[in-house]
């Protein structure tokens, strides 16, 4: 299959900031069906364009399970919408878990749970170190 042709379904939504945040802070959020996990990604650029992470969670597979943990932690830098949780909850449901299956799934799996970094697909808590 080209790369072309693979469709990878993430929901994305930009969030707007709370007004005492520096001017240049950007915050989204969603679900990545190509990793399975919701992610909040929130940054600064600096006057030379560097980004600087303020947050950034669900960057790898099965990272962040639970929708709670994205609203938890944009709460404090972005004012949420009404519906906001439950809207990723249906993104996630919606869009499916994209990472089973895929090409070199149990090699990613295996590397990151080995690394302590593969949370428990139970929403529990983290496998490894």
Same mark, same amino acid.
């Given at each position: 299959m080209d790369s072309a042709e693979v469709e990878t379904a993430m929901s994305v939504y930009e969030l707007t900031c709370h007004s005492e945040d520096p001017a240049e802070r950007v915050a989204i959020a969603g679900w990545d069906a190509s990793l399975s996990t919701y992610f909040a990604h929130i940054f600064d650029e600096d006057a030379d364009g560097e980004t600087i992470e303020v947050v950034w969670i669900g960057a790898t597979p099965y990272e962040v399970l639970d929708p709670d943990v994205v +609203?938890?932690? +944009?709460?404090?830098?972005a004012l949420l919408p009404e519906g906001f949780r439950d809207a990723l909850d249906a993104d996630s449901v919606t869009e499916g878990e994209g990472f089973i299956g895929r090409p070199g799934t149990r090699i990613v799996t295996e590397l990151a749970s080995h690394a302590g970094v593969m949370p428990d697909r139970s929403g529990r808590g983290e496998t490894g170190g």
């Open positions: +609203v938890d932690a +944009v709460r404090p830098y």
